[in-house]
């Protein structure tokens, strides 16, 4: 299933540095849906490095957060980032794809929760996140899922 595409009214609603396709330096991340999992990929480059050789931990945290994003977005709803929680299992190296998933775990009148998780093509994990996210409206309204 595809990804609803939100509305971009000019190029500037266009940038965010994880999904925007005009961001010369963002991410460019791409989602689908399969039966209410968000899954993606993205592969860390040299300018993405804290340490030599390993991904940034924040680089890391924005995939977390963008594919959560995305997971409230399909379940029809516009949220913001309430409360993040990541842990870190393993050095990511650059170079190396990375396999991202979220998806909604509980939903209340006020609040969504949502996994996610960044894994290595070995499966192994990479980080794990939760959070919690404040309704603010229903997708029809959404400009940007992030």
Same mark, same amino acid.
């Given at each position: 299933m595809q990804i609803p595409k939100p509305q971009i009214k000019d190029k500037?609603? %266009?940038l965010c540095f994880a999904c925007g396709k005009d961001n010369p330096i963002g991410l460019k991340l791409h989602f689908t %849906?399969? @039966? #209410?999992? +968000?899954? #993606?990929?993205?592969?860390?480059?040299?300018?993405?490095q804290g340490w030599s050789g390993i991904t940034h931990g924040g +680089? /890391? &945290? $924005?995939? /977390?957060?963008e594919a959560g994003g995305y997971a409230v977005m399909c379940a029809g709803l516009n949220c913001i980032t309430a409360k993040s929680e990541v842990r870190f299992n393993s050095l990511a190296?650059? %170079?190396e794809t990375i396999q991202i998933s979220a998806r909604v775990t509980k939903k $209340? !009148?006020? /609040?969504?929760? $949502?996994? @996610?998780? /960044?894994?290595?093509?070995?499966g192994s994990t990479i980080a794990q996140n939760l959070s919690l996210? &404040? +309704? @603010? #409206?229903? !997708? %029809?309204? $959404?400009k940007h899922p992030g």
């Open positions: 500037s609603d %266009n %849906n399969e @039966a #209410g999992e +968000i899954k #993606g990929q993205f592969t860390p480059g040299e300018l993405h +680089i /890391l &945290y $924005t995939l /977390l957060d190296p650059v %170079n $209340t !009148s006020r /609040l969504v929760e $949502t996994e @996610a998780t /960044l894994s290595r093509q070995d996210w &404040y +309704i @603010a #409206g229903n !997708s %029809n309204t $959404t």
